[in-house]
Nanobody, 127 residues
């Protein structure tokens, strides 16, 4: 059974940093695409960053380019999201999701392309 466990959220001041972790079990990270998505109150879920660890392909949405970095540790079956220069508008519940890479032509970057979701972790950016 594919399971995902997101962690690392918290309260941080504007300009600060956080690192989120998405630990996977029941599947091999090499065979899956992993995406980070977020949802703020009253807003639709939106994309943050995605990765295919088998070929190193990554994608960052415009809202986080230059500030967030996605990476993977296949030995730990874990994907990380390093978030720097955080802004109040980054406040949201952050979710990680997974889907088998063979199902996609190119890197999956839309929430609708992912079938396995973990529980969220709250990130709050406030002074």
């Amino acid at each position: 059974e594919v399971q995902l466990q997101a962690s690392g959220g918290g309260l941080v001041q504007p300009g600060g940093s956080l690192r989120l972790s998405c630990a996977g079990s029941g599947f091999n990270l090499d065979d899956y695409h992993i995406g980070w998505f977020r949802q703020a109150p009253g807003k639709e879920r939106e994309g943050v960053s995605c990765i295919s660890s088998s070929d190193g392909m990554t994608y960052n949405y415009d809202s986080v380019k230059g500030r967030f970095t996605i990476s993977s540790d296949n030995a730990e079956n874990t994907v990380y999201l390093e978030m720097n220069s955080l802004k109040p508008e980054d406040t949201a519940v952050y979710f990680c999701a997974a889907d088998p890479g063979y199902r996609h032509y190119g890197l999956a970057i839309l929430p609708s392309e992912y079938n396995y979701w973990g529980q969220g972790t709250q990130v709050t950016v406030s002074s």
